[in-house]
């Protein structure tokens, strides 16, 4: 890892450049398209997102000099708890970022359902520092070993252990695609029958098949 090239904000460290070139690649499938990032420290990897095309929100606890390095780029930084700003959003990533320390299995226990759901059904979620428990001094950051050994129900883990501190790309499994699809048609559906039950509802049904 080496100093992120910043002049304003408390010293932090950046990927090593085989994990930003990996995470720029993405960025550029997804350009024009929202991108969220848990753990900006002084906001390099920010940047670089936004460089590529990435529409780019970025939340850390504490502002290490991100707001004044990333000003005039577009990028929305917001200065927050993780998992207070995970569960007041509604919106969906088409690439997110978890850039963590603490990577404790009590906080991996409450972050993981809650960055899972912020990732759009195409989406690509990826983790930062998911071998630091291979590290000797983290090495009780034990938080995402799990996922290094089996991947989670209905995704699928691309690891790279190296270089240090390791990363995994996961992508949602194709039947979890369908099964999330289907979910949302019988949503439709169910709505579409609620609504037949009113006179005021069946008109708007019929409103809307015209329209067609």
Not at 148 to 170: L, N
Not at 195 to 202: A, E, H
Request: aromatic share 8%.
């Amino acid at each position: 890892m080496v100093d992120e090239p910043w002049s304003v904000g408390q010293p932090g460290v950046v990927h090593a450049p085989a994990c930003v070139k990996r995470i720029a690649g993405l960025a550029q499938q997804y350009a024009v398209r929202p991108v969220l990032e848990i753990g900006t420290s002084r906001g390099f990897l920010s940047a670089i997102m936004a460089a590529c095309g990435a529409v780019v929100t970025t939340v850390d606890k504490t502002d290490r000099g991100a707001s004044e390095n990333l000003k005039d780029m577009g990028i929305r930084v917001v200065v927050s708890d993780a998992v207070d700003f995970l569960r007041a959003n509604e919106s969906r990533f088409s690439l997110l970022v978890v850039d963590l320390h603490d990577n404790s299995a009590e906080v991996w226990d409450v972050l993981w359902p809650l960055v899972t759901e912020c990732v759009s059904l195409d989406g690509v979620l990826v983790l930062y520092n998911t071998h630091l428990w291979k590290m000797s001094e983290w090495s009780e950051e034990t938080g995402l070993r799990w996922i290094t050994e089996t991947p989670p129900a209905g995704w699928s883990t691309d690891i790279f252990s190296e270089p240090a501190p390791g990363m995994i790309v996961c992508r949602r499994m194709p039947n979890e695609l369908s099964l999330r699809a289907d979910g949302l048609l019988a949503s439709v559906q169910a709505a579409r029958e609620e609504l037949s039950k009113s006179w005021f509802g069946r008109e708007l049904l019929k409103t809307g098949s015209n329209g067609r």
